[in-house]
């Protein structure tokens, strides 16, 4: 478990009269930062990134440790809500709601001393002009300290920790898909080549290698040379599938930040990466640049645009709700609702006529999508087969040997963060293969 850092310093001032101030609240970078973010989930439903963007904490451990407090509450922010239910009278403000889940998360699931835990939280509301709570968050946080462990007997925290509606529609992978999401993700990386592999790590069956939760990427050598890129071992698999794609004419849509695209470079095709944000599309021109890798990039919808001349295939990891990612983003849990995933999947729907327009006749799609939503998976397939325009291409049991796990009845590939958990997990992926009538 990871241990967040006890309470900072505060100095002891005294009055003209000699009599004592009450101690200043020191700057707390860390918890701030995890308060903001927390904050921006539950009120705004603002994503975590969004509000690590806009931070003035730079990087470095106090945005690592802010982080990975904000990450652990999200995590476990069902259950730390029913947990404390019954140590208080009535609802606070969702503002002190948050600082108390902050500090649940410290005590129970991030090794943080008991005084620091409460004591910083106490400190947070003060800062925050939230002190008329300050006393209320004291007496709950060292309740939890003392009994914390019986308070959450009897709690089926997997089932607390996911919204109704999610853990309805995962159906009966339900509880696979949470063995695996409260594990930090560690990083996997893509080898541009075999002879470029970092000393650390451990090979995966795939040839994706995997370093410990918290490896900074910038610091490993060979990142300057651009030896490897960070890609989820499930995020991998998509290009896998495409078979050989030596010489052939390939758009990757929806392209940044570029780790499927650098695998087709390497792969030998001819690569046109379309990303519609020119924000996204300068990063995967940077990303390329780093790899040393060249392909022609285009700053437009891929709704809209067209190919000079027919392609040999398209993969299209389109936009989707990224409920797959639960294991890095554990905000999604608490930001997506049902009618978001319906609108992206409309949207996926006219990415892949899009996409139709794009191929050859015979062309391949591969469409992917990092949801665990059937809406935006399966479905989207029945209804692309239902005109008659595309055919399934399922894909074999000789195509997914080193992820045999992955492979559905209908040929569809299929995987959950609770695969794999004994190596550390992977994303939730789905992805079929289409070919134009």
């Not at 999610?166 to 002879?195: C, H, M, N, V």
């Amino acid at each position: 478990m990871s241990t967040i850092s006890s309470s900072p310093s505060r100095s002891r001032s005294v009055s003209r009269k000699g009599k004592p101030k009450t101690p200043p609240r020191a700057a707390d970078p860390v918890r701030d930062l995890a308060f903001d973010i927390i904050r921006g989930v539950v009120e705004h439903r603002r994503m975590l990134e969004t509000t690590l963007e806009k931070s003035s904490v730079e990087e470095g451990r106090d945005r690592a440790a802010g982080h990975r407090l904000a990450a652990a509450t999200l995590r476990h922010m069902g259950s730390m809500t029913e947990l404390l239910q019954p140590l208080l009278r009535r609802e606070p403000p969702v503002a002190v709601r948050c600082a108390l889940l902050m500090g649940v998360a410290q005590l129970l699931y991030l090794q943080t001393p008991p005084h620091a835990a409460v004591g910083t939280i106490v400190d947070l509301l003060h800062r925050r002009g939230l002190s008329p709570f300050a006393g209320l968050a004291n007496a709950v946080l060292r309740r939890v300290s003392q009994g914390g462990q019986e308070l959450r007997e009897g709690l089926d925290e997997a089932r607390l920790d996911v919204p109704s509606w999610l853990w309805s529609s995962w159906g009966s992978r339900a509880r696979a898909i949470t063995k695996g999401f409260y594990q930090e993700a560690p990083l996997d990386l893509t080898l541009k080549s075999s002879d470029m592999r970092p000393e650390e790590g451990d090979v995966l069956p795939t040839g994706t290698l995997r370093l410990p939760h918290g490896t900074r990427i910038t610091t490993l050598p060979g990142f300057t040379e651009g030896s490897f890129w960070a890609q989820d071992v499930a995020a991998t698999m998509p290009v896998h599938l495409m078979g050989n794609v030596q010489g052939k004419k390939i758009a990757d849509l929806c392209a940044a930040p570029g780790g499927k695209t650098a695998q087709l470079i390497c792969a030998g095709a001819h690569v046109t990466a379309v990303e519609r944000e020119n924000k996204r599309a300068h990063r995967l021109e940077e990303n390329l640049k780093r790899l040393k890798l060249t392909a022609k990039i285009v700053a437009e919808d891929a709704m809209t645009w067209r190919p000079h001349e027919a392609l040999d295939a398209v993969l299209l990891d389109a936009p989707c709700s990224a409920t797959g990612t639960l294991r890095r983003h554990p905000d999604v849990l608490w930001i997506k609702r049902p009618r978001d995933v319906r609108t992206l999947a409309e949207g996926q729907s006219k990415f892949i006529e899009a996409a139709y327009e794009m191929l050859k006749p015979g062309g391949m799609l591969l469409y992917a999508v990092c949801s665990l939503q059937d809406e935006e998976g399966p479905e989207r397939i029945q209804e692309a087969l239902e005109d008659g325009k595309w055919r399934l291409e399922p894909f074999t049991a000789q195509e997914l040997t080193m992820m045999p796990e992955a492979l559905t009845p209908e040929g569809f590939f299929r995987t959950h963060p609770g695969m794999w958990v004994e190596h550390g997990g992977m994303d939730g992926f789905f992805a079929a293969r289409l070919i134009k009538c």
